[in-house]
């Protein structure tokens, strides 16, 4: 079974330039969550979405970022301008609502490192 | 007061030893609680969900103390590979905000 898919894996870009991170979830997942994670932070939550709707985007740091998921197999968390701040590894993962039989068990994705200089 | 708090360590113990840690939580109506671990430049994953009885598998022991507002993990009869770091994971209650804590490093010397 494919588990969560994110791309891409390792981002070189420079300051100013937009940012895209792409992720697919698990089949038959209704939530997608993105995460930061740095040294400084740990892991921060950005947003989550349930059925493709944003359910809490309080996490998302400034207006710079956006995030959409247009269907249930994909979202995309965008950065524009990017900024050096910006570096981190950002973790997509996904879960089945609880009341399926599920024990709420988020899958994460490898992560897509981003640099920005 | 932060959400959830752990002592990030590191924690260095020897091959063999017991060891604990535990994470705080400040939302006493917090329902659910897990125990990540990640793997250095690997994502996180499920180690064990914590139940209000308290729950073993294998050498790892997970607890829930409600009163006091924190949960415990402890691993007996360590082994090299136990090295990580270890997340706390509470979501929010009543929602899927899942909140992380710091993590907790462990080194299992040889």
């Known amino acids: 079974d494919a588990g969560v898919i994110q791309s891409p894996r390792h981002e070189v870009t420079e300051m100013g330039q937009e940012v895209t991170l792409r992720c697919k979830p698990i089949?038959?997942?209704?939530?997608l969550f993105w995460y930061r994670q740095t040294m400084m932070r740990g892991l921060e939550l950005l947003i989550y979405f349930n059925n493709n709707v944003p359910i809490d985007d309080s996490g998302m740091p400034e207006d710079r970022f956006s995030a959409k998921m247009p269907n249930a197999s994909f979202s995309t968390l965008k950065i524009q301008p990017s900024e050096p701040r910006d570096s981190a590894v950002y973790f997509c993962a996904s879960s089945a609502t609880w009341d399926r039989g599920n024990t709420g068990e988020l899958f994460f994705g490898e992560g897509s490192r981003l640099t920005v200089l | 007061r932060k959400e959830v708090e752990q002592d990030p360590g590191p924690f260095n113990v020897p091959e063999g030893a017991t060891v604990a840690f535990n994470c705080t939580y400040s939302n006493s109506a917090s329902q659910s609680f897990f125990w990540y671990r990640q793997d250095c430049r690997k994502e996180p994953k499920l180690l064990m969900s914590v139940y209000s009885s308290g729950n073993e598998d294998g050498r790892f022991t997970a607890q829930l103390n409600r009163a006091s507002q924190y949960i415990s993990l402890l691993i007996r009869d360590s082994k090299l590979s136990d090295s990580a770091t270890y997340l706390c994971v509470i979501p929010t209650s009543g929602t899927y905000k899942y909140i992380f804590g710091t993590g907790t490093r462990l080194k299992v010397l040889a």
């Open positions: 089949s038959g997942h209704d939530y």
